[in-house]
């Protein structure tokens, strides 16, 4: 029988909880694994009559009721390209093909365009939300138009986190790599308030001389207020946990070399390419890339040494954490909204922002306060001006401690060459001119002008 509603490849943990949430609300779920092992060990511990595994990929695809929707949950990069050409001679058109990796949305628009040739629609879905997010409600990010979305909403309106109003986190957000171009975007931000959070604990570990457990206590704060996340809430867990043997805190037994898949680097790429400054997130990136740098780290040390004298500043935390973060998310939309303009991809930024209020990475509170930006169309740097004297401490106190705030610093500077109407981009100009003829434009009269700078 084709009754299936949803097939789901690749039962690697994402994979499998995907398809057990699908399963959990009666959606009829096929689930087809490369190795059957794997197929099996899911079937075994939670298969009933809405969970079916095959072994052949000719009868999971016939065991689907057409159009078909099948969600790829395999490593980004070529083995997509090898599930499409697997599952080509047995799928019929107009059925749908749904990457949920984190692929870069270039490919993504190439498979979409390939797909096409074959009949097929290639959808690229954004999943957030890791692990638990799969199996209990994850944040989806589907490149889905408007026009195929009533095939689709029931479905992934059951399995999706909700938003503080009780809605799914789930929207189409439109044609081709969107939906990947979204997720990208959100992991970006998702780096950059990872590295402030870090930020923030090395002050206190170093400046303060406090140990893990009672940094914790600084982040509980911050969930008890309008700007609580999730991400500060596992900061707390991560920050508890301590060692069984040693009976030390983990996270002082963590190697300092933090790891990146590459989603961080492609946002600030692309940042790039787009011209818009995405400081915040360039610096949490690269800031993983010194980290690995321990070797040189350790020898350099040894030359300048540090000595930390507590100032006494006192912060008001939550405030720094509010500046930072609405930063992060500032610099992302400000992305996203060029790239829609470039893609004509017509982004939804109050619909983005509520998709992200539940199940994924960077969920917050504070998401609340973006979406009515975006409603009433506020300017973002009235959300935060007030907590700048706070900022002005922690930086300051930083500064002479010489402890490296690299996004902090990033989202600071941002603030303040975006609220300054002078850059000194005149200068540059000026000496671009000089050596290169580059030309410049100016304030007082209309066109290009050239200045013979060696005539006296
Ligand atoms: C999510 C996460 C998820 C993954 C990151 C990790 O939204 O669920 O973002 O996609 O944890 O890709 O990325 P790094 O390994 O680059 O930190």
């Given at each position: 029988m084709s009754d299936n509603q949803i097939g789901i490849i690749g039962l690697a943990v994402m994979g499998a909880n995907l398809a057990r949430n699908f399963a959990s609300r009666n959606i009829k779920t096929a689930v087809y694994n490369r190795t059957f092992q794997r197929t099996e060990e899911l079937i075994n511990n939670h298969g009933n009559e809405f969970l079916n595994g095959y072994e052949k990929i000719e009868d999971f695809v016939n065991s689907l009721a057409k159009p078909r929707k099948i969600i790829l949950m395999v490593k980004a990069g070529a083995a997509i390209d090898q599930v499409i050409e697997e599952l080509k001679p047995f799928l019929s058109e107009g059925d749908y093909v749904i990457d949920g990796g984190n692929s870069f949305y270039e490919d993504t628009e190439k498979r979409v365009k390939k797909c096409k040739e074959y009949g097929l629609n290639f959808i690229g879905m954004g999943i957030s939300g890791g692990e638990e997010g799969a199996l209990k409600g994850p944040s989806l990010m589907p490149g889905i138009t408007k026009e195929d979305w009533p095939k689709f909403e029931n479905i992934l309106d059951q399995i999706a986190a909700k938003d503080?109003?009780?809605?799914?986190?789930?929207?189409?957000?439109?044609?081709?790599?969107v939906g990947h171009y979204v997720k990208m975007v959100h992991n970006g931000i998702e780096y950059a308030i990872m590295q402030m959070i870090a930020e923030i604990y090395d002050y206190h570990r170093k400046?303060?001389?406090?140990?893990a457990g009672q940094i914790a206590e600084i982040f509980e704060k911050i969930n008890q207020s309008e700007n609580q996340s999730f991400l500060s809430e596992i900061t707390v867990q991560v920050l508890r946990r301590k060692d069984?043997?040693?009976?030390?805190?983990l996270v002082d037994l963590i190697l300092d070399r933090a790891s990146q898949k590459g989603t961080g680097g492609w946002t600030s790429i692309e940042a790039i390419k787009n011209g818009i400054p995405t400081t915040t997130i360039m610096e949490a990136t690269m800031s993983r890339s010194l980290s690995f740098l321990k070797n040189e780290r350790n020898n350099f040390s040894k030359i300048i040494g540090r000595t930390f004298n507590d100032d006494e500043a006192s912060v008001d935390w939550n405030q720094i954490y509010r500046f930072g973060s609405s930063i992060a998310f500032i610099q992302g939309f400000e992305l996203l909204k060029e790239a829609s303009k470039e893609h004509n991809w017509d982004l939804d930024f109050v619909e983005v922002c509520r998709i992200w209020q539940g199940g994924c990475i960077i969920r917050t509170k504070m998401l609340i306060e973006l979406q009515e930006m975006f409603k009433k169309g506020q300017k973002w740097v009235e959300l935060i001006q007030n907590n700048l004297e706070e900022v002005k401490k922690f930086i300051l106190s930083s500064t002479q401690n010489e402890i490296a705030l690299p996004a902090f610093s990033a989202a600071y500077n941002y603030f303040l060459s975006m609220t300054d109407k002078d850059h000194p981009a005149n200068l540059i100009q000026g000496l671009r001119d000089y050596f290169g003829a580059h030309t410049f434009e100016r304030i007082d009269k209309e066109g290009i002008f050239h200045e013979n700078w060696l005539n006296e």
């Open positions: 503080f109003q009780g809605q799914a986190c789930v929207t189409p957000l439109g044609y081709g790599g400046v303060k001389g406090l140990d069984i043997e040693s009976g030390k805190f």
